[in-house]
Each structure stands twice: as C-alpha cells, then as structure tokens.
C-alpha cells in the first residue's frame, strides 16, 4: 500500500508540490466552504468545526478496506474511486 497526504490538520503538506494542476484544483474544491457544506447536507454531520485530512492511497490487487472506528475524531470518510 502506498498513502500519500496533501492536507493535515486542515493545513497543505509539502506533498502538494508534487501534484499536476487538476488535482491541485480539485484539492482547492474539497477544501473550499461549499464542498465542506454539500457533504454536511448530505450526511447531516456537522464538518463546520472539523479538521480536514486528504491523502490519496493505493491498495494491492486482492486488498479491502473495512469501514473501521479506530479513530474517534474521524467523522467522515469519502472515498474516490
């Protein structure tokens, strides 16, 4: 598995750096108030004092991921596919 995170704490990595310009613009999307507050109505959990955490994994052929609770302070996660 490889992971790589873009936003921490609400605050830009390094990392960044390395992304083309799409995915630079739609990390300024998922960051933006609006995508914060589409993804409150759709859900009904308040994000509006929520830290935010972006990163982009890649998972080996046969893997799975389990929803899982080991992190209290994880609200939510989206996944892209």
Known sequence: MFTETFVKDSRRTSAVKKLSESWVKMLDEIESGEFRDAITALTSVDLSNS?????????ESGCFIDPHTDRPEKKLLWFVI
């Not at 830290?51 to 998972?59: D, G, I, K, N």
């Open 51 to 59: 830290l935010l955490e972006v990163r982009a994994s890649t998972y």
